[in-house]
C-alpha cells in the first residue's frame, strides 16, 4: 500500500491556508486573524510546532469558519472546484483506489474535493460541527493508520514535512516532495 500525505504533496501549497483566504476574501473582517495564520504556519513547516499548539489553533479556527455555518457547505464545494487545479497531475496518478491519503488537513475539505482523489481511504482530522473530534497530525497519523489497517505494511510513504517523521518510520521506502521533485529519504 501507498500513503500519501495531501498538503504540498497531492496539493500545491496548504489547502487550510488556501481555503482561509478564499473566506477572507467573501469575509474581510477574517483579517484580523491572518497574522496569527501566518505565524502558525510559519512555525509548522519549520517544524516548531506541536500536537497542542495545532489542536488549539485549528479549534480556534474552527469556531471562526463555523460562525457562518450557513452557508459553509456552499463555500466548500465552491473551493474545491475552484482550487482541483492545484491538485499535481504527476503525483495524483501515482494514487490508485487501493492507497490511502493521510493528513491534517479536515475532513470536510478533504471529501470536498471528492472523486478526484483516487484512493478510497481519507485519513485526516475529523471535525463536528465546529469542533474537532481527532487531529490527525504527528503521532496521531499513525494512530489512525494503525486503527484503519492494523498490520498492513505501508509500502511507500509521500510527504512533504518533517513533521511526518512517525509515519516515514512507519513506511518501508519514505519520500520528500518538494514541488515538483520526489526523493526517496534514507
Do not use: Q, W
Request: charged fraction near 35%; aromatic fraction near 14%; include cysteine.
Amino acid at each position: 500500500m501507498k500513503v500519501f500525505d495531501f498538503d504540498n504533496t497531492l496539493y500545491r501549497g496548504e489547502s487550510s491556508l488556501d481555503f482561509f483566504l478564499f473566506c477572507l476574501r467573501r469575509k474581510p473582517s477574517l483579517a484580523k486573524h491572518l497574522p496569527e495564520v501566518i505565524f502558525n504556519l510559519i512555525r509548522y513547516k519549520a517544524g516548531y510546532v506541536g500536537i497542542d499548539t495545532v489542536y488549539a489553533f485549528g479549534k480556534k479556527m474552527m469556531a471562526v469558519f463555523f460562525e457562518n455555518r450557513a452557508y459553509a457547505d456552499e463555500l466548500i464545494v465552491e473551493f474545491c472546484g475552484k482550487y482541483e487545479k492545484k491538485l499535481k497531475p504527476d503525483m495524483m496518478r501515482r494514487v490508485s483506489a487501493e492507497d490511502a491519503v493521510i493528513s491534517a488537513s479536515p475532513d470536510f475539505l478533504l471529501r470536498g474535493f471528492g472523486e478526484r482523489i483516487k484512493a478510497k481511504t481519507l485519513l485526516c482530522t475529523t471535525t463536528e460541527g465546529d469542533r474537532i473530534t481527532f487531529l490527525c497530525y504527528g503521532k496521531n497519523k499513525v494512530r489512525a493508520f494503525e486503527e484503519r489497517f492494523r498490520d498492513v505494511e505501508i509500502e511507500e510513504f509521500y510527504t512533504d514535512s518533517i513533521n511526518d517523521r512517525p509515519m516515514m518510520r512507519r513506511a518501508k521506502k519514505a519520500y520528500l516532495v518538494k514541488g515538483d521533485k520526489i526523493k526517496e529519504i534514507v
